[in-house]
């Protein structure tokens, strides 16, 4: 009942347990799914260090909770946002204070995030570059992993499949559900394990190989439904709708985006909503109404998502305008990728 007790502590002017509690109700929160709860309490426990004379263990304190809100943060208001980007620069100066090189990495792959979710690639790639050369000079194979899991996508997203596949092959290799599946709360809110999964089947598709895509999206789906995390869950059936409906298998496109709205709906993931509207039309046998198709299309240009299902749901939704018999506004909504 830590909520419980962080109310009772904060009445009784008890900061310092205040604190701890508040930050182990964050934890929890984001630990069943819960991301506007954990923000909460995170953004609570920050303030009331506000009060406390600086420290060293004051600074300590709110670069933990800093890195704990990022996953948090990028569930309510999406990883592109200025507020998440913003959350990881004040860790990053916490950091360069504190003189800490041990909590320097989580915070730099959240900089990374933000910047791949972007649409930034050419830096972002960097960025990953440097993440792997800091793994790879110790020992702590979570942090591979996730130097790995900086490069993959970023890669897929620039077009170098065989090159980003690379990655995902060595970061299936060093997965260790175990010891790896609690770095979710650290890193992005979503598990490596999957990620490195569905983002397999993309580039199979991509390549040509439809039949070892579906494999790879469904390993990607049996682990994150294993695992039980919502956001993970939600991914891999946005890009399980993805593939299905790049093989021509509408119907099940359309169910596998309903799931994902669901569960989305659920935990206040709102980006996720968004990306996964657009194959809950591609079912339809009937001609989609264009009121509709543009309802769509400024909920998919305003949303906070990344850059690369931003890009992959209008391109769907440029075929739902040509389907429609309205091709000029197929190919505006083309024209619109990249735009800010």
């Known amino acids: 009942q830590v909520e419980l007790l962080a109310h009772h502590a904060l009445r009784g002017r008890l900061l310092a347990k205040a604190v701890q509690y508040l930050r182990q109700a964050g934890s929890k929160a984001i630990a069943r799914s819960a991301p506007r709860e954990a923000v909460a309490f995170f953004e609570q426990a920050l303030a009331l260090l506000e009060e406390f004379p600086e420290s060293a263990q004051t600074l300590s304190e709110a670069l933990d909770l800093r890195i704990a809100l990022g996953p948090a943060l990028i569930g309510t208001k999406g990883a592109p946002s200025q507020e998440v980007e913003a959350s990881y620069r004040r860790a990053y100066d916490l950091v360069d204070r504190l003189g800490d090189v041990s909590r320097r990495f989580p915070v730099l792959w959240g900089l990374w ?16 570059k440097q993440l792997l050369a800091a793994a790879q000079k110790g020992d702590d194979t979570g942090q591979l992993v996730e130097a790995h899991h900086s490069i993959w996508p970023t890669l897929a997203a620039m077009g170098e499949h065989r090159a980003a596949i690379a990655h995902m092959e060595n970061g299936i290799a060093l997965y260790d559900r175990e010891r790896h599946a609690s770095q979710t709360y650290v890193y992005g809110g979503h598990d490596p394990g999957a ?5 397999l089947a993309q580039c199979r598709w991509a390549l040509g190989f439809p039949d070892a895509a ?5 390993d990607a789906l049996r682990l994150a439904e294993d695992l039980q995390h919502a956001t993970t869950t939600g991914i ?6 993805w593939l299905h409906y790049q093989r021509g298998e509408r119907q099940a496109a359309a169910a596998n985006a309903e799931r994902a709205i669901s ?6 993931l ?16 009937e001609r989609l109404n264009i009121k509709v198709l543009g309802d769509l299309f400024r909920r998919i240009k305003s949303s ?6 931003k890009t992959h749901s209008l391109c769907v939704l440029a075929t739902l305008y040509a389907e429609s018999g309205d091709t000029e506004q197929g190919r505006s909504v083309l024209t619109s990728i990249g735009e800010n």
Request: with cysteine; hydrophobic share 40%; proline share 2%.
């Open 195 to 199: 990620c490195c999964r569905w983002h």
């Open 270 to 285: 709102a980006g996720y909503i968004d990306s996964a509207m657009v194959f809950r039309h591609a079912n339809s046998d």
């Open 304 to 309: 906070a998502m990344s850059a690369t299902r």
């Open 236 to 241: 891999a059936l946005w890009y399980s709708a």
């Open 214 to 218: 579906l494999s790879a999206s469904q």
């Open 263 to 268: 569960i989305a709906s659920s935990h206040s």
């Open 113 to 128: 995030y933000v910047k791949f979710t972007r649409g930034e690639y050419p830096e972002a790639v960097e960025a990953g």
